[in-house]
């Protein structure tokens, strides 16, 4: 097999016939439709998959900028979870200035409402939710031999400030799990995101959401779900370059020549 560098060669040999027609991101994702598909699961088309990517690439410029290999790599991810991203906030893919190396990568982040989907597809979860409580609601929490739960929403438009939030999930043998996590909790998993203080982070534009969203991926652990889940779920937040088997069987993806990613922004 060429190594990467050998095949960086090739492409750069081929850049003037590439140049009349630069490959594109969307040449990329038609290229790469055979390996979403068979990744699929069955509620999901890759036509539908393929469009949602792309309206999320064009509405975030920087995405076109980024490294292709982990821009497609969080797109696997997305296929792989059966996630749409975007509109839903079932996941986003989130540029973000990687200093170390000088460029821009993609992290991929599964949404509040993400984590939902996934827990209910275990067949073995009856309801799962999440609530954030403010200053003025009416709320008991208790741990021990008898843990209690008790929260009553205030009426008023006054909320007062967020202290916490809290995940609920009832089994279908009967069982249930439930978790709290107070605001400074919450604050300290938001700090080991490494694209959180990013303008396109769903922690700027969502953050009730995105704290939510923590409290359920706290309570991941205790909840009936598949081994194969459980590491699938263990790429959120990551960077799509590590996932293996990106592209359907060509390596090239690894490393995108320079004259592929300036022409892509040439033609933006």
């Not at 750069?12 to 790469?32: C, G, L, R, S, W």
């Not at 497609?72 to 200093?99: I, S, T």
């Not at 007062?160 to 009832?170: K, L, N, P, Q, W």
């Amino acid at each position: 097999m060429a190594t990467t560098t050998e095949l960086k060669e090739q492409m750069k040999q081929q850049a003037p016939a590439q140049a009349k027609k630069p490959k594109t991101i969307e040449d990329y994702m038609k290229q790469m439709a055979p390996a979403m598909a068979e990744a699929l699961p069955k509620h999901m088309s890759v036509d539908r998959l393929t469009r949602l990517a792309m309206t999320t690439i064009r509405t975030t410029p920087a995405l076109r900028e980024a490294d292709v290999s982990s821009l497609l790599g969080a797109v696997m991810q997305a296929a792989q979870l059966g996630l749409e991203p975007g509109l839903l906030g079932q996941c986003y893919l989130l540029p973000f200035k990687n200093g170390k190396k000088g460029i821009t990568e993609v992290q991929f982040i599964i949404g509040y409402k993400g984590m939902i989907d996934l827990a209910r597809r275990s067949g073995h979860i009856q309801s799962i939710y999440s609530h954030a409580v403010y200053e003025n609601d009416e709320f008991e929490y208790e741990l021990g031999l008898e843990p209690k739960l008790k929260h009553t929403p205030t009426m008023s438009t006054d909320k007062g400030d967020f202290i916490g939030a809290y995940a609920v999930a009832h089994f279908k043998d009967g069982g249930h799990q439930f978790e709290f996590m107070s605001k400074a909790d919450i604050e300290k998993r938001k700090g080991r995101s490494k694209a959180a203080s990013s303008n396109y982070s769903p922690w700027s534009t969502d953050y009730e959401e995105m704290a939510k969203k923590t409290v359920v991926r706290h309570m991941w652990k205790y909840l009936p779900i598949s081994v194969e889940m459980q590491e699938q779920v263990a790429y959120d937040e990551g960077v799509g370059r590590s996932i293996k088997d990106v592209t359907p069987g060509e390596d090239v993806f690894v490393q995108a020549p320079d004259e592929i990613l300036e022409a892509e922004a040439t033609e933006a």
